[in-house]
């Protein structure tokens, strides 16, 4: 375990050395006449995808410190680091922005993923449902402040399972399912929920990619496509290397 907490403070410290870049970054970032961008708004997309994706790969930093400790494989030990200490990095860059923009990483009346629907909507806030959907509180199985659970929401054209909160996440029986399983087990199940991980997320990605306003983080969601859609690839290899498949 030792070794567990001292990559996480790895991770937490990386992630707030980028996320102190990304405020000079975001800060550098102008319209053509030179002055200064105006920061998004509450309901943005740029502010939604960053409230968003930093919960998504809050649960993908947590899987794989999971399964460093579940199987003494190499290869995904390795696979499960990459991708711990990227999103880490990733998600410290999203909440360095929200910041610079004075906006809220918690909003109470913004149901996960509204923001992907939102272009032709004032804001991204007209006409979503209002009931309480936290889009920063909720657990990492996919239930909100108030024990809800978003099961089969379609946010944005892509439908989260019943038990998860978004796209792509896993429910929290199947982060137990991980936490419990042991060597070949756990690095299938690993490969499995992170390639249906990665496949919410570059479909959450690719929606900030078109809709999102800030010229920083449209090329940072680039990136996580690009990226994730290579470790897609990585992790169909590695399923069939132990005989098994990606799931659906």
């Known amino acids: 375990m030792t070794r567990t907490y001292w990559a996480a403070g790895t991770a937490v410290l990386l992630a707030l050395l980028f996320a102190a870049g990304a405020t000079v970054t975001a800060a550098s970032d102008s319209d053509g006449d030179g002055t200064s961008a105006r920061a998004p708004g509450l309901y943005s997309p740029d502010a939604g995808f960053a409230r968003d994706m930093a ?9 794989s410190f999971i399964v460093r400790d579940r199987t003494k494989d190499e290869p995904v030990r390795g696979l499960a680091y990459d991708i711990a200490n990227t999103q880490a990095n990733q998600r410290g860059m999203l909440l360095g922005w929200l910041d610079l923009w004075g906006l ?8 996960p993923m509204s923001w992907m629907g939102s272009a032709d909507q004032h804001g991204g806030h007209t006409g979503h449902d209002t009931g309480g959907h936290d889009a920063g509180g909720h657990d990492a199985g996919g239930h909100d402040a108030g024990g809800h659970d978003m099961a089969g929401h379609d946010m944005g054209g892509a439908a989260a399972k019943p038990g998860a909160l978004m796209a792509g996440m896993a429910t ?77």
């Open 104 to 111: 809220p990483k918690v909003v109470a009346d913004e149901p």
């Open 172 to 248: 929290k029986e199947e982060l137990a399912q991980l936490g419990a399983a042991e060597g070949r087990d756990a690095e299938v199940l690993y490969l499995q929920l992170m390639t249906d991980h990665h496949k919410g997320g570059v479909a959450m990605a690719q929606g900030c990619a078109t809709q999102c306003k800030t010229p920083a983080e449209r090329d940072l969601a680039r990136g996580m496509v690009e990226a994730q859609q290579s470790e897609l690839t990585l992790m169909a290899d590695m399923l069939k290397q132990r005989g098994a498949a990606p799931r659906g």
């Open 55 to 63: 919960v998504h790969h809050q649960q993908a930093v947590e899987m």
